[in-house]
């Protein structure tokens, strides 16, 4: 089996060589986090939870405190009072602002050599354990970030039983996964298709 090999690459400057600006990758990576959120939640207030409407005992002569439902919350098995209601977490946040973060902790990683491109993760059938060898033989880190190309499937199955390894597809790259990440890890097909895919958007917005 062929072994990997790490590839000189030129880095451009427009998206491996920005301006980090932290607060704003804060920000995107917190919208982020809140858009995965479900956002299920729900808890039953008085009108909602089972249980008899009626008045538990008379208004006058017991010596307790009145009660006009069994239902109310200070009751076990009672209604919630401002309990969570289901609700949108998601945050708008601008695709140019997203593009920005992305760019910013890109170039954080490459100014501290932590961006490596490798020819390929595995040549031939799918390997776990001829994956480990690669990744551990070039980087330490718990968390490695490997980014790859749609269409290296071997890669991709080689890499998905390693529990300190996140693989994702270049088109699918975001600011969390690189902020979280010790080192990212292009393929060489993914590294050429992600440069040209942002070039082009960089030509289009400009």
């Known amino acids: 089996m062929a072994t990997a090999k790490q590839v000189k ?4 400057a427009e998206i491996f060589d920005a301006q980090t600006n932290i607060p704003l990758i804060h920000q995107v990576v917190v919208a982020q986090l809140a858009a995965a959120r479900q956002g299920t939640h729900k808890t039953k207030n008085r009108g909602e939870v089972s249980g008899s409407g ?4 008379k208004q006058k002569g017991t010596g307790r405190a009145r009660q006009g439902s069994i239902r109310m919350p200070q009751h076990r098995g009672g209604g919630v009072v401002h309990g969570p209601n289901p609700r949108d977490y998601s945050q708008r946040t601008p695709k140019k602002m997203i593009a920005q973060a992305l760019r910013g902790v890109l170039s954080d990683r490459a100014r501290a050599d932590r961006i490596i491109v490798l020819d390929q993760i595995v040549a031939g059938d799918p390997s776990t354990k001829a994956a480990r060898q690669v990744i551990e033989g070039i980087a330490k880190g718990k968390r490695m970030l ?4 749609g269409s290296e499937t071997n890669s991709v199955l080689s890499l998905r039983n390693l529990g300190f390894v996140h693989t994702i597809e270049h088109t699918q790259l975001n600011a969390y996964d690189v902020v979280v990440s010790d080192y990212v890890i292009f393929t060489k097909t993914a590294f050429d298709a ?3 895919s942002r070039s082009a958007k960089e030509v289009a917005s400009a």
């Not at 690459?9 to 451009?12: A, E, G, K, L, S």
């Not at 009626?54 to 005992?57: D, E, M, S, T």
């Open 194 to 196: 992600f440069v040209e």
């Open 146 to 149: 490997v980014v790859v190309d």
């Open 54 to 57: 009626a008045k538990p005992f």
């Open 9 to 12: 690459v030129t880095f451009p």
